[in-house]
């Protein structure tokens, strides 16, 4: 069992930044691809970039390339996301997602979830 718990999110304006924390419970950590998702109201949650097991390969959603980093440490069993250049497009709840080996897209191929932090821009 993987245990997934969310920090960072908040208020910014936007061209702003904010830096988001997933931390997880397993020992393991080394043996899952890591991801971030995001869900505004009323949208199907979506997906915003991915992350190998060890860091080497990563995957972003064309509407976050350039403005938002992935990144890992296998020693604290965390995976971050730096989000830079905010927009009010990007307000949303943001949720970290594991699944073993590679990394995937869909939602659905992901089988741990955090319980979401809220992001909210502003114009």
């Known amino acids: 069992q993987v245990q997934l718990v969310e920090s960072g999110g908040g208020l910014a304006q936007a061209g702003g930044s904010l830096r988001l924390s997933c931390a997880a419970s397993?020992?393991?950590?080394?043996?899952?691809?890591m991801g971030w998702f995001r869900q505004a109201p009323g949208k199907e949650r979506e997906f915003v970039t991915a992350i190998s097991w060890s860091g080497g390969s990563t995957d972003y959603a064309d509407s976050v390339k350039g403005r938002f980093t992935i990144s890992r440490d296998n020693a604290q069993r965390t995976v971050y996301l730096q989000m830079n250049a905010l927009k009010p497009e990007d307000t949303a709840v943001y949720y970290c997602?594991?699944?073993?080996?590679?990394?995937?897209?869909?939602?659905?191929?992901?089988?741990?979830w955090g319980q979401g932090t809220q992001v909210t821009v502003s114009s």
């Open positions: 997602a594991a699944r073993l080996l590679r990394t995937a897209r869909a939602p659905k191929d992901y089988n741990y």
């Open positions: 397993v020992l393991t950590f080394t043996n899952y691809a």
